[in-house]
C-alpha cells in the first residue's frame, strides 16, 4: 500500500521558513517522479514544485519560484520542500504526491491509479 506521510507544517510569520517532509513507503521512490501540490482554501489545487527521480530536473510555480526549493533523498525515501520567504498567500494545505504532473487540467488529482498523495500538513503565514 502506497504511503506517504506529510509533517513539518505549521504557523510562522511571513518572511519566515519551514521545511516541509514527506516519509513515502509502498513504492519504489527511487523510480518515481515527485511532487508537492498545495491548496489554499476555496480554490483549486495547485502544484508548486516537482521533481524527477534522480534531482536531475525540478519545476517550480511562477508564485513560488525563488523562494521554494524541492529536493529528495532516495536513500531514505524522503521528499523536501524548503519553503523560506514565506507570504501570507502562501497560506495553504501541502500534499506531498507522486508523479511529476499529478492534476488534471481543472486543478483536481488525476484519476490514474499512479497517482497517489497524502494527507497534507497544514501551512499558516501570518502577516
Known amino acids: 500500500e502506497v504511503q506517504l506521510v506529510e509533517s513539518g507544517g505549521g504557523l510562522v510569520q511571513a518572511g519566515g521558513s519551514l521545511r516541509l517532509s514527506c516519509a513515502a513507503s509502498?513504492?519504489?521512490?527511487?523510480?518515481?517522479?515527485m511532487s508537492w501540490v498545495r491548496q489554499v482554501p476555496g480554490k483549486v489545487l495547485e502544484r508548486v514544485a516537482a521533481?524527477?527521480?534522480?534531482?536531475?530536473?525540478?519545476t517550480y510555480a511562477t508564485s513560488v519560484k525563488g523562494r521554494f526549493t524541492i529536493s529528495r533523498d532516495n536513500s531514505n525515501n524522503m521528499l523536501y520542500l524548503q519553503m523560506d520567504l514565506l507570504k501570507p498567500e502562501d497560506t495553504a494545505v501541502y500534499y506531498c504526491?507522486?508523479?511529476?504532473?499529478?492534476?488534471?487540467?481543472?486543478?483536481?488529482?488525476?484519476?490514474?491509479?499512479?497517482?497517489?498523495w497524502g494527507q497534507g500538513t497544514r501551512v499558516t503565514v501570518s502577516p
Open positions: 521533481i524527477t527521480r534522480e534531482s536531475s530536473i525540478t
Open positions: 504526491a507522486t508523479r511529476w504532473s499529478p492534476l488534471d487540467g481543472d486543478g483536481n488529482w488525476e484519476d490514474l491509479a499512479s497517482v497517489h
Open positions: 509502498g513504492f519504489t521512490f527511487e523510480k518515481s517522479d
